[in-house]
């Protein structure tokens, strides 16, 4: 069982910057695809961005290609999001999720991902 804690959420102003973390549990950490999504106040999770186990391969949503850097540091079990020039629109909950390696469905989706963390709430003023 893979434990995630998110944290680096608050309040920003729009157009400022912001790095999330998620510190995971498993000592296996590097054999796990991960993910970010978001859940917008009375919306559905969405993907953000996604980075293969060896941190390689990154993929990003449309609406964050250019201003979200997803990357990992397996010696420390931590994955980042680094988040530049936000907007109101961006305020969600920020999830991380990690993805067995025999999970076969669309890496795109909730469905993909196995290991849930809690969420850290980022919120942007306008």
């Known amino acids: 069982q893979v434990q995630l804690v998110e944290s680096g959420g608050g309040l920003v102003q729009a157009g400022d910057s912001l790095r999330l973390s998620c510190a995971a549990s498993?000592?296996?950490?590097?054999?796990?695809?991960m993910a970010w999504f978001r859940q917008a106040p009375g919306k559905e999770r969405e993907f953000v961005t996604r980075?293969?186990?060896?941190?390689?391969?990154?993929n990003y949503a449309d609406s964050v290609k250019g201003r979200f850097t997803i990357s990992r540091d397996n010696a420390k079990n931590t994955v980042y999001l680094q988040m530049n020039s936000l907007g109101p629109e961006e305020t969600s909950v920020y999830y991380c999720?990690?993805?067995?390696?025999?999970?076969?469905?669309?890496?795109?989706?909730?469905?993909?991902?196995?290991?849930w963390g809690q969420g850290t709430r980022v919120a942007v003023s306008s």
């Open positions: 498993e000592r296996a950490f590097s054999t796990y695809a």
């Open positions: 999720a990690a993805r067995d390696p025999w999970n076969s469905d669309s890496c795109y989706t909730e469905t993909g991902y196995n290991y």
């Open positions: 980075i293969s186990s060896s941190g390689l391969n990154t």
